[in-house]
């Protein structure tokens, strides 16, 4: 096996990311060293990438960037009992501390302690990357490394959209991101019908048809409030689902969402929020859930089963694929750009 392989890198306190070559790592003890098959682009990445206020606050330089991963154990560290070389795996990108007091009720998706891959630590957008034993997931043989890179985010999706009931009810997704577009997958999987999508992006809002939207909307030409109550006959939709982290959308769906309905939120905004609590939650009985990460390992198995029941519809998500990291730049670009859905990367070239 090769000693060196090329990484991307934050390398620098500042914008942009580089290719580099490092020394392929060595698992320590409870690690395992994996052959990365396939890695995505989470929003977070660009996040880095681009050096905003967050980023600047949390990461620190040089470190290898990615977290969402699919790969082959090939070398398993000491005193790792659960997986061994050969092993086909994604990750769960939160390491937690097993201790702490939401640990300790079961919370693990709220461990205070948490530590991030390719956040607090070295990432996996390389060709080989380490991970922890107690992180990994084991895949199917047949899944394809794209799907399997994309169980991380689709975790998000999952906990988003059925965290209450799903099947036969009006939802409303603001934001066809990446995120939000796997949000649809899921919702049309789980029987959501109609599923109605506020997105600004037109290219977006065609993926969102593809993935299975059932109506789109552009809410900065529409008064989305309006066209959800044409949709559902005045009621309003049973389910609101947040995937934009845009205040505008989340006063919106609020009030698009029909009295006694369900709201979760994913999507983070970038500054307080100001809502007509009384009027808008507390006087309509809306239920109302903060959604964060996935819960561990309850969501995986749902993620693993929904992709496996066929019923997911993530090819038109994957809109970008790379061979190598050559092209990188390219990539986070045209993320930025919003000009993608999901973007994969398969490292290794052969
Ligand atoms: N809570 C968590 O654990 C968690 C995990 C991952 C991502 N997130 C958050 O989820 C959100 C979605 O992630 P993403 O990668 O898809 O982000 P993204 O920025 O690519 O997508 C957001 C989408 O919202 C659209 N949008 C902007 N204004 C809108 C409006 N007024 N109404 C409707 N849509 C609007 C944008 O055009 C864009 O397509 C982000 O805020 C991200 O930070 C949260
Ligand atoms: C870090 C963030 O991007 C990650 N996807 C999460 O679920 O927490
Ligand atoms: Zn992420
Ligand atoms: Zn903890």
């Known amino acids: ?50 050096w905003n206020e967050w980023a600047q606050s949390r990461i620190k330089p040089p470190q290898i960037m990615g977290h969402e991963v699919a790969g082959e154990v090939i070398e398993v560290g000491p005193g790792v009992d659960t997986l061994e070389v050969g092993d086909y795996i994604s990750a769960e990108t939160h390491i937690v501390c097993g201790k702490c007091y939401a640990c ?7 461990c205070q302690n948490t530590k991030i891959f ?36 689709l975790g998000n999706a999952v906990d988003t959209v059925l965290a209450g009931p799903i099947a036969g009810r009006s939802t409303l997704i603001t934001g066809a991101g990446p995120l939000g577009l796997l949000g649809i997958a899921v919702a049309k999987a789980s029987g959501a019908y109609p599923v109605i999508v506020s997105e600004p992006s037109e290219f977006r809002r065609e993926l969102a048809k593809k993935v299975g939207a059932d109506y789109v909307i552009n ?22 689902l947040e995937f934009s982290g845009a205040p505008k959308a989340l006063e919106q769906g609020l009030a698009a969402t029909t009295p006694g309905g369900r709201v979760s939120l994913l ?84």
């Open 104 to 110: 300790r009720h079961n919370r693990y998706h709220v």
């Open 118 to 153: 390719g956040v607090d630590m070295d990432g996996v957008f390389a060709e080989y990357a380490i991970v922890p034993a107690q992180n990994a997931w084991k895949n199917p043989k047949d899944m394809p490394p794209e799907y399997a890179a994309l169980q991380e985010p």
């Open 267 to 350: 999507g983070l905004f970038p500054r307080d929020v100001t809502v007509d609590f009384n009027n808008l939650i507390i006087f309509k009985a809306l239920e109302v859930h903060g959604i964060t990460g996935r819960h561990l390992w309850e969501t995986w198995y749902t993620v693993s089963s929904l992709i496996q029941s066929g019923r997911l519809n993530l090819d038109p998500v994957i809109t970008h694929k790379y061979k190598g990291f050559d092209d990188f730049e390219e990539a986070f670009e045209l993320m930025k750009a919003g000009k993608t859905g999901k973007v994969v990367f398969f490292p290794h070239k052969g």
């Open 1 to 50: 096996m090769a000693e060196k392989m090329p990484a991307i890198m934050k390398t620098k306190p500042a914008y942009g990311a580089e290719l580099v070559e490092v020394d392929v790592p060595k698992p320590g003890p409870g690690e395992v060293l994996i052959k990365v098959l396939a890695t995505s682009i989470c929003g977070t990445d660009l996040h880095i990438y681009e």
């Open 219 to 240: 809410p900065f030409e529409e008064d989305p409030v309006k066209a959800v109550m044409d949709i559902t006959d005045g009621a309003g939709v049973e389910v609101f």
